[in-house]
């Protein structure tokens, strides 16, 4: 996944996407902006510049700037209340977690909590409708207006992080945070980072972050622990956290694979031409061997018409 | 919950007592006047046909109807209190728990017990055991009903139900969802297309003494290209069937290491397999006494037979997954989880196996109907609980328990299945003719 295949695709890939491509020939007759663009923003390899968030979590010092700026700049309810847990009007807050360090004194932490925007997300690959959406730069958004309401997303998101508004009837809508896309596309900062008064929060193009962090790491190593998270779980996430200690006591998601679970079920998306092809064959040659034999008698027009056509 | 103090809650109620009860009063009132005077209706009859004899419902008769009516007026409340005031006011749904009830029964065991319908019309039409063909009928017509109310159920739990036919015009080849919705919808059509033959049948029935039709005509094309539809029947049902389980692969680290594997996809699509037998058998046995007809024993025993061969194949499957995966310790760890896993193995797979290949034992008529019972609750509505609820409650930490309203609209679903088979058997021609004379 490297910078160099932004404007080239892969031949791997391209070979995939023809296969695929194929495989859906009559859906891509009938629509095919929609079938190649739904099938390539689930496709990671072909991205632009990819934005990130990089969290210093040594930095921050719980203002909650972040948190109300956000409620501010998306215009959601109760802009001047402190958030205190992720729900249907809240894309992001900050959790404090008291935390016993090596050397036996407790500290407190604070963790600005938010979609993930992971490379290859699983609720993207889980959408039947295609409402969350990978950009390709980076952020993952959700688009209202094509969504069933499933909240498959939510099922699916390794993070929990997707919120449904379960007291709206008819119109309920999912909730997330989507990295302030539009005033991304104009340049300006997400709202969170333009709030930020300590330099917790910086945002950038992923690898330059990336790379800034592991500088910051090897050149402070009592400062760090040497794992920066969201640079392998799932496969990658647009949203990186530096910290001092171990994620796992700061409520962070342990023991994520490194792969992104969406590859096993593309996996299995993608051999549904061979299922489809093989059982149609199978059944249709059962069948044709099954017929050769005499078959019974038809009687299927009903006994009184047979009657009537006779008088 | 501030619900119950809202009026509309109370008039709902009210209402679905009432008119039961009205129902009740009003229908043994008007019996009682025809069966004292003679009607119109009574008194315009001809004189050589035999006036009908009119006899007044006995009370039992109402009640099981107007607890009935009770019910899914109750049902058809909570679910316009659900359009009014959201998913949380009838649920106990939440942004831990997205999805409850409603998908794991109404939506993933309504897929798999409907499994019948593919598995005796492949069983008829394509390997032709034609023997079986006395079962096709009532098999495709509770696949039929199943799938309608699989989409009823989605359509009360989905968010914004008014963009349920997006998947079909957006295609999203990386979305298991995407592909679930497709084929539920595309074999709900197949399974109407193979029902139709029997409507037809009964309006054929109908107009003939007066007129030809074009249904006719239908009846003989239907009858030519019925072995496409069949085939199309199985491979969507094979496709989506086997997805149900695929959704569950996108979370490995929600699921259970119990139920969690690459090969969910394939032990869904077995044990549908083997649920489509066994809800044969059920439903065959249900209808028998509920109808007063034969029971075509000799063909269930034979169900049984394959269903404890599926079934042996299946519980292979899972154990070698399970060594494989190395979290069969888990089995023996003292949690609901391990609990559940033998509950669903030990008595929804390895029993029936049991009771089905002994060949004295499948022959009588109780077992054949608990073996398949066993099979039906234990062996796959077990699993699709297992798999999308309780395997689920370690990773969450929260415990789910649908509230009585969603049991209520489970249940009314459920009724208005029931009620609709009973109508459609008595009505049109599901079940072969010479049965009635074959009976018992």
Known sequence: MSASKNTQISRRGFLKRVGTGTAAAFGLAMLPQQALSGYASGDSESHGPTWSLLIDLTRCTGCDSCALACKASNELPDADVVPSALDADTYTFVEEHQVTKADGTTVTRYVKRQCMHCLDASCVSACPAAAMHNSGEGPVIYRADRCLGCRYCQVACPFEIPRFDWDNGLTPKISKCWMCFEGLQEGQLP???????????????????????????????????????????????????????PFEQLGFVANLPDTAPAQETEKIMSKLPTVIAGMTALMAGSAFITHRKPAEPEDIVPEALVVKEEE | MELLASPALWLVLALSVAIPVLFIVGARRLALRMVDRPTAMTASLPKFLPAPRLRAPSLRWLLTRGLLLTLIGTGLGIIMLRFVYGLSAVTNLSDQFAWGLWISFDVMCGVALAAGAFVIAATVHIFRLERFEPLVRPAILTGLLGYLLVVAGLIVDLGRPYNVWRPLFHWQHHSVLWEVGVCVATYTTVLLIEFLPVVLEKVNHFEAVTTRLPTVKLTQLLKKVSIAFVIMGVVLSTLHQSSLGSLWVLMPTKVSPLWYSLYLPVFFWMSAIAVGLAMTIVESTLSSKAFNRGLETHLLVDLAKAAAVVLAIYLAVRAIDLVVRGAWPLMFEPTLQAASFWAEIGLGVMLPIVLFSIRPLRQRHGVLFLGAVLIVVFGVVLNRFNVSLIGLLPYTGQIYTPSWMELVVTMTLVSLGVIAFGLAAKYLPVFHEEEHEASR
């Open chain 1, 191 to 245: 709202a969170c980072v333009e709030a930020c008064p300590t330099g917790a929060l910086r945002f950038g193009r992923r690898d330059d972050l990336l790379a800034q962090a592991h500088a910051q790491i090897a050149s402070n190593p009592a400062r760090y622990i040497d794992h920066v998270y969201g640079e392998n779980e799932v496969g990658g996430t647009s949203v990186l956290y530096l910290s001092d200690v």
